[in-house]
């Protein structure tokens, strides 16, 4: 993907900010440990590019997520990043450990993830750390824009 492009990380819950900055909750330590999920594929974030954005594909998200009133769509928000900024993102050891790439879904074509590309071996213990400082960088002030629902929807 190009650095340029711009992807959004979607956070509704209440325990995902911080008097309105993003938490490290919005991050699940899973999806940043190098390893598959249930059915065998890779685990990454999910985001959605921020030019194909699909609100039904959004929509369903939320209500699958929890949020099963309508009215509770109104809190959802999202972390704008630009490719380049997670790219860009070093770890304490200086190195790059981020990647955005597409996750294409028929449902959801702006489907992408932010994946733990670190070539650094780690044992499981050193593997949850690593992720919690992943999910620090992914939240340090200024590497991210907070969007409101509404803000990304009423522009289409």
Same mark, same amino acid.
């Given at each position: ?7 959004? +990380? ?16 919005? %991050? ?15 685990? %990454?974030?999910?985001?959605?590019? +921020? ?17 099963? =009133?309508?009215?509770?769509? +109104?809190?959802?928000? %999202?972390?704008? #990043? ?7 993102? =070093? ?34 213990? =050193? ?15 200024? +590497? #991210?824009?907070?969007?409101? #629902?509404?803000?990304?929807?009423? =522009?289409?």
């Amino acid at each position: 993907m190009d650095d340029e492009v711009a992807v959004l +990380k979607m956070a509704w819950h209440p325990a995902h900010f911080d008097n309105d900055r993003l938490s490290s909750a919005a %991050f699940e330590r899973s999806d940043l440990i190098p390893d598959n999920d249930e059915e065998g594929r890779p685990r %990454f974030v999910s985001v959605d590019e +921020k030019s194909c954005i699909v609100q039904a594909a959004v929509d369903d998200r939320i209500q699958n997520q929890g949020a099963r =009133k309508p009215e509770d769509r +109104k809190d959802a928000r %999202f972390a704008e #990043y630009l490719c380049r900024t997670v790219r860009n993102m =070093k770890d304490e050891a200086g190195e790059h450990p981020l990647e955005v790439t597409p996750e294409r879904l028929q449902e959801n074509p702006a489907h992408c993830g932010i994946r733990n590309v670190s070539r650094t071996e780690r044992s499981n213990r =050193k593997r949850r750390d690593y992720a919690d400082e992943l999910r620090s960088l992914l939240i340090e002030e200024g +590497k #991210y824009e907070i969007l409101s #629902y509404d803000m990304v929807f009423s =522009k289409r």
